[in-house]
């Protein structure tokens, strides 16, 4: 495992869980995939779909509809809360986070085919002092990250199977997005693809 700082408040470690550890997170995402179905969500206003599929894990999941982003404890689909998430990605965030209290979110991506997702921020969360963790299952792809102004100067990097990334401080609200995944890159997932998990803490914890 190679630990990176590819610029202040990012930190990226290469291959930071074995093949063992992946292939049997792929099979727990599976598992609850099963319960609570990737389904393809909507722009705000156009209503335009997302090229990625979603789902959610933990108390809140992020949703992307036509009236905007917010946080809900349903599937927008199946009406059902979501399903908890994987024990490995709790005990992930423990030790990498740097940060004393739970996730409540993991956004899960699932990008097939020509699917992307173009620069945006992470704001939807009150909790800004905690850090987004993320991490890449499956096919290579091609992360971008820049400032916190859409316009400015951004460096992009492959993310493989297995890499953990975490930008918090003063990258939390980095504009950041994939330029597109390198199909059949990886043989990890059935069907092929990529799946990122997407961990966050929503709401600011009681003092
Ligand atoms: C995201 O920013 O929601 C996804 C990033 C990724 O797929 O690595
Ligand atoms: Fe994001």
Redesign the pocket.
């Known amino acids: 495992m190679v630990r990176l700082e590819p610029g202040p408040g990012i930190v990226l470690w290469r291959e930071r869980l074995d093949r063992a550890a992946q292939t049997a997170l792929v099979a727990a995402v599976r598992a609850l995939v099963a319960e609570a179905p990737f389904y393809r969500p909507q722009m705000p206003k156009s209503g335009a779909p997302f090229s990625v599929e979603e789902t959610n894990f933990g108390p809140l999941g992020w949703l992307s509809e036509p009236g905007g982003y917010r946080y809900g404890a349903t599937h927008p689909v199946t009406g059902k809360p979501w399903p908890a998430m994987p024990p490995a990605l709790l005990a992930l965030w423990q030790a990498v986070a740097d940060y004393p209290h739970e996730p409540e979110c993991c956004?899960v991506?699932l990008y097939r085919g020509e699917a992307r997702?173009g620069l945006h921020q992470?704001r939807d969360e009150e909790a800004l002092e905690a850090p987004v963790v993320?991490l890449?299952l499956g096919d290579n792809?091609r992360?971008r990250i820049g400032g916190t102004t859409r316009k400015g100067p951004t460096q992009s990097f492959l993310?493989q199977s297995g890499d953990v990334l975490r930008f918090g401080g003063p990258a939390r609200l980095a504009f950041?997005g994939?330029d597109k995944v390198v199909a059949g890159s990886s043989t990890l997932i059935p069907g092929g693809g990529r799946i990122?998990l997407?961990l966050r803490r929503v709401t600011r914890p009681a003092a």
Do not use: R, W
């Open positions: 956004l991506n997702m992470d993320s890449s792809a992360f993310l950041h994939i990122n997407t």
